[in-house]
């Protein structure tokens, strides 16, 4: 398992404008194609509507033709699926569930069904927020493991960021 | 055999029309091993057939595991193949063949019959074993498609031929060794297999079960994809939507070791050779174990 922090090449202000997905997650595009058509990776294959009939906050890029995924038909792979999500805000402890909601569907979709805590996940996440002076920041993630990890670390992820937060109210 | 420096190869890179197995998790296994038991009894039947109508019983060799399964099985089974006296087995048997075949003992109707179910017979074999290779029964399976293949080769030859300056190698137990497939990339959209609709907007969702009538579109079944199955045309049936692949673009093929779709293997080598040189197959004899592009494995 390996959460880390990293460079965001690809945000998600590049496929929705934050000011209006603030509270969504933004299940982004895994690559482009040569002729720079977004693609997913195709356990991403109904996975948007699915959620969002649920009632979670999930959204892709806004596309004029049909999505295109792209399939690789080895098998076993170690990584069973690699997600790109778009934060629009901070974490919160519900942003997680529905990120882990939405990675544990993906598995389902790469094993035809069956799920499994065990399976192991590529997460890349671009976290977005406008500060009250308008001021934009952007971080990335990344986390490699198991899909049932990705709760606790994610979480660890929020409560460290929260103990940073009251000590730098405690020094003010 | 052709093994190394083979300079063109030809296969299946992937089977269309059918439900391939997921890449890894527990239904691959499953359905991995419900194809392949149901290969090994096709294969055992079909052998069976072609033993009854030639009159033998059983075949003959029984020391063809190759090394790396040394350790599971009994130690008098792995002793250095002695070649010479199996040839002269088949040589007997292939005279013997000729004399009953002569007196009218064996019909030849029957004899092409026996030989059709030797062909079929190893390739469901073959199949069996690409499908069980990770299974337990993929030992016994192995041992199988040898027999099956040394009593073909040793009554009939194996069909494998130079013509026109090409060694072509298309036999089924000799492809059976080259332990790699083909794994194919490529990017498609995705219908929905209830309404034919984008299946990223239709209003059928992933996990929940709808029911559907059962009828065949484009010669398949509309509830399993398959071309042959049990659905009768018109019941209904309760079923998940899945993905029907379409606007494919292929990107790329690659030769992997365990390709997604197991049956997606090379079907056949050809090597240039001189137009005096002759092709042999050594699938009559006992294994001399697996390769891929790395070599022996």
Known sequence: ?172 | MIRRGATEFSGLVVRTGVPLPPPAGPDRQILLRKDGLAAMMHAQRQFGSALLAIGINGPSVLNTAPAAYAQDSPPKLFRPPNTQPLKQRWKWARQRLVEVTENQLIDHAELLHAKNQLDLALTSAVAAYNLLEDEPEGFHVHRLAHAIGEVRSGLFHCPVAVKDGVAVQNCPLALLHFRMGFSIGFTATRWCSICHEDLDYCVHLLGKTYSLVAQRIENSCNICGQRSCGHVVGDSYDVHPTGIIRQVDLHEVSLVHRPRDPLARVQEFRQHVDAAQTATCDCWQPCTGFWDLGGDR
């Open chain 1, 1 to 172: 398992m390996e959460l880390v922090e990293r460079s965001p090449d690809q945000t998600i202000s590049q496929y929705v404008d934050p000011s209006t997905a603030r509270g969504f997650i933004i299940m982004m595009p895994d690559c482009k194609g040569q002729d720079g058509v977004p693609l997913f990776h195709d356990d991403a294959v109904g996975v948007i509507k699915t959620l969002q009939a649920g009632g979670l906050p999930v959204v892709g890029p806004s596309v004029s033709q049909p999505t295109r995924y792209l399939s690789e038909y080895s098998a076993a792979p170690q990584i069973v699926s690699s997600i790109v999500l778009g934060v629009a805000g901070n974490f919160t402890y519900d942003i997680i569930k529905v990120i882990v909601t939405l990675a544990k569907l993906r598995i389902q979709n790469a094993l035809h069904g069956a799920g499994s805590d065990d399976a192991n996940v590529q997460l890349e996440i671009d976290e977005i927020d406008i500060r009250p002076d308008g001021a934009v920041s952007v971080r990335g993630f990344s986390y490699i493991g198991p899909v049932g990890g990705i709760e606790t670390s994610l979480g660890a992820l929020v409560r460290g960021h929260e103990e940073v937060v009251r000590d730098s109210q405690r020094c003010n």
